[in-house]
């Protein structure tokens, strides 16, 4: 089971504080547990929303409109995606992460997709293309 972990922002990752020295040693000690462990697909830290953009879909039309975005608590600031057998196994180890945050945060699991969660609607056809597209990435 691949498991997406969100990390949240807060007030100082939106202002765009970078993490002190000990927090970077932290966390590299951390994603070395997890490469090492063989769960780790990939891991990431985000700029903050004044540098990104979102586009909002409505039937063809697409409006574009640029950070930084309101929400503090609804944001990201960053992510792991890993690999594991379950769901409790996904919140242990987030229990061992760092604090990746000066003030109180918030990490939120969440279970990503896989081809046999979508049943008979993704055809074999669908599914050898998906194949088709990961081989290529």
Not at 52 to 59: C, I, P
Not at 80 to 97: D, G, M, N, P, T
Request: aromatic content about 8%; proline content about 5%.
């Amino acid at each position: 089971m691949r498991f997406m972990i969100i990390v949240k922002a807060s007030p100082e990752s939106e202002a765009g504080k970078m993490p002190s020295e000990q927090l970077l040693t932290e966390m590299g000690k951390f994603n070395e547990e997890l490469v090492k462990a063989g769960v780790m697909l990939a891991g990431e830290g985000l700029h903050p929303s004044s540098r990104g953009a979102r586009v909002h879909f409505s039937g063809k039309q697409r409006t574009v409109v640029d950070g930084p975005f309101a929400d503090t608590k609804e944001l990201i600031a960053g992510f792991w995606l890993i690999q594991v057998k379950s769901k409790e196994e996904a919140i242990e180890w987030v229990k061992r992460c760092p604090n990746p945050m000066e003030s109180d945060s918030e990490i939120e699991i969440r279970q990503v997709f896989e081809a046999d969660d979508f049943g008979a609607e993704f055809t074999p056809e669908l599914r050898e293309q998906e194949e088709r597209l990961r081989a290529q990435m």
